[in-house]
């Protein structure tokens, strides 16, 4: 079972997304917020897996909750809820830890595949729209490749360049005619020698420093 908490200012868009993620048998909704402030105290009183965390909220916004939030032990996977796919709050939140975003006016199927998405954790949700956001607002100058990307392998590097184009584990092992468990090998060396959280933070590396 994934347990959800759902943080949103509008009691309204809340209820339709708590009756959408309670209808499917391995979601579970275990805590709501209105604000920035109540969403911190909520994941910590309730440790969930994922939060579906809006942006622009009253008392403490969605980017410094969801700064507290990845500070707190085992934190959860956060996606960034949004009203328009250039959001540049987003892009930022997604630097400091964020492993998503979502339109807020996104289909139902979108919104339970986000949830599963990261949860899971194989794949970028909406790589597509991801490598959008990021190229939209990446600075035109990339900054130099730290010294650790030279600690990767060769075949860790051809992995990395795959990944931060949003394929899956199973399109790398495809591609690469590898199987998933040894992608997923890869994966987790390659996120430990760069330092960086997910695969979100992969593809952000990628556009930073130019590789993609």
């Given amino acids: 079972m994934i347990r959800v908490v759902l943080v949103d200012d509008q009691s309204l868009f809340r209820a339709g997304v708590r009756m959408l993620v309670a209808s499917q048998p391995d979601l579970e909704v275990v805590g709501e917020a209105g604000d920035g402030r109540e969403a911190v105290e909520v994941v910590r009183a309730t440790a969930p897996d994922v939060v579906m965390m809006d942006i622009r909220m009253p008392v ?29 709050a987003a892009a930022r939140a997604i630097r400091q830890g964020a492993s998503g975003f979502l339109l807020k006016d996104a289909e139902p199927e979108s919104l339970l595949s986000a949830i599963r998405t990261v949860h899971q954790g194989s794949a970028v949700f909406a790589a597509a729209a991801t490598r959008d956001l990021f190229a939209h607002f990446a600075d035109a100058q990339p900054t130099a490749v730290p010294e650790e990307f030279e600690l990767l392998t060769d075949r860790e590097k051809e992995i990395f360049a795959l990944a931060a184009r949003g394929l899956s584990n199973s399109e790398i092992a495809a591609r690469e005619f590898l199987s998933e468990a040894t992608v997923k090998t890869h994966i987790s060396r390659i996120l430990a020698k760069l330092a960086l959280r997910d695969r979100v933070q992969l593809v952000v590396f990628a556009f930073e420093h130019g590789l993609v």
């Fill in 60 to 88: 403490m916004d969605g980017i410094a909750a969801t700064a507290e939030i990845l500070a707190q032990p085992d934190p959860p996977k956060v996606v960034m809820l949004t009203t328009f796919d250039l959001d540049e």
